[in-house]
T-cell receptor
Framework: DARVTQTPRDKVTEMGQEVTMRCQPI?????VFWYRQTMMQGLELLAY????????DSGMPKDRFSAEMPDATLATLKIQPSEPRDSAVYFC?????????????FGPGTRLTVL | KQEVTQIPAALSVPEGENLVLNCSFT??????LQWFRQDPGKGLTSLLL?????REQTSGRLNASLDKSSGRSTLYIAASQPGDSATYLC????????????FGEGTQLTVNP
């Protein structure tokens, strides 16, 4: 049963610390997305990649957030330095874009709490 | 800019009822529409995807329809069960937005035993 996996599932850290979240997309998928979900803002797209190349990162605060795909099996989202307002659930999703079909499958999320 | 609206925002029904969740979108130039379910504290589970050339898709007790020209989709749940209680989200992939999904705010469904 192919699934998107994310680690860690929960992270509590102090303001100013670096946070790295990892995602393993479904094998064979060519597109990876990072989302953030909060009660106030709902789901926000932070960045996404196609064939490991960044296509759009306009949703990310550039000064503190960075997203990379070191290889096809790993995507990372890093926050440095973290702030309390970054507290949210961060989701990774992957999809196989084939012609007109754009489908996404979500991971379980990383719940981040910044104190 | 694509906007997606879901009505109602919340719905409470007794077990066994058939129900309909509504989703509307402003730009009909879409690749596909996807329905998700989200349980509290969990990720999004994909339920159904309807491509722009399709009218409906079915999976078990779920049936989703798409009327692209009018910018509407419905998710029909037959014989609802308490286990169906969750937030249901619809999302569209627009032709001008690459692979980005535009999400609605969701319908929070409670099925009472």
């Amino acid at each position: 049963d192919a699934r998107v996996t994310q680690t860690p599932r929960d992270k509590v850290t102090e303001m100013g610390q670096e946070v790295t979240m990892r995602c393993q997309p479904i094998l064979g998928h060519n597109t990876v997305f990072w989302y953030r979900q909060t009660m106030m803002q709902g789901l926000e797209l932070l960045a996404y990649f196609r064939n490991r190349a960044p296509l759009d990162d306009s949703g990310m605060p550039k000064d503190r957030f960075s997203a990379e795909m070191p290889d096809a099996t790993l995507a990372t989202l890093k926050i440095q330095p973290s702030e309390p307002r970054d507290s949210a659930v961060y989701f990774c999703a992957s999809g196989l874009v084939l012609g007109p079909k754009h489908e996404q499958f979500f991971g379980p999320g990383t719940r981040l709490t910044v104190l | 800019k694509q906007e997606v609206t879901q009505i109602p925002a919340a719905l409470s029904v007794p077990e066994g009822e058939n129900l309909v969740l509504n989703c509307s979108f402003t730009d009909s130039a879409i690749y596909n529409l996807q329905w998700f379910r989200q349980d509290p504290g969990k990720g999004l589970t994909s339920l159904l995807l309807i491509q722009s050339s399709q009218r409906e898709q079915t999976s078990g007790r779920l049936n989703a329809s798409l009327d692209k020209s009018s910018g509407r989709s419905t998710l029909y749940i037959a014989a609802s069960q308490p286990g169906d209680s969750a937030t249901y989200l619809c999302a569209v992939a627009g032709e001008t937005s690459g692979s980005r999904l535009t999400f609605g705010e969701g319908t929070q469904l409670t099925v009472n035993p």
